[in-house]
């Protein structure tokens, strides 16, 4: 893992699980929108550590623990440990929505024939029930990941600002006298 800081990973973590806690739409939470950039500054061992430890803190939080965490927590990290090749230099808010796009889609296709196996569910009902929920995971993940991970890189992980002058809110922000 390259030059990794351990305050910004940590407060990355929290952030990803905690905003993932009040879940006001099912499937759309922000841990792609957060992997993308943590795993493009720091590399593909610490995407898949983000990604997974996320996934399985969360599940642990929540009381949701089963064998579920695994199938789930290993495709994740697997999506961070693969975006850090994928994004390298890639700069573009379209970068970041194409990975999270055929991420997602890979994702919901390895956790729903999983789910399916686990719950011995046919294979046509698996795929029928999980369409609507890979569209609503779709317009989730590739929006965030298109809006928020840009930023957090940027703003968080490269160091680089918007605003050279630091405020938030630019020249809005200054009382005029």
Known sequence: MRGVNALKFA?????????????????????????????????ALAGFAFAFISVLSFDFISGRVGVWTLYTAVPYGLIGLF???????????????????????????????MFGLQFNQPLWLTFVGQVPFTLVHLAGNISLSAV?????????????????????????????H
């Open 148 to 176: 928020v991970s840009p930023l957090i890189y940027r703003r968080v992980l490269a160091g680089k600002q918007e605003n050279p002058s630091g405020d938030v809110f630019g020249n809005a922000s200054k009382v005029v």
């Open 83 to 113: 975006a850090a090749k994928y994004l390298g230099s890639r700069e573009k808010r379209s970068s970041y929505a194409a990975y999270a796009a055929g991420a997602t889609i890979a994702y919901d296709a390895v956790t729903a024939f």
């Open 11 to 43: 407060g990355g973590l929290a952030a990803a699980i905690l905003l993932r806690l009040p879940q006001a739409v099912p499937n759309v939470e922000p841990v792609m929108a957060f992997v993308l950039p943590y795993s493009k500054a720091y590399g």
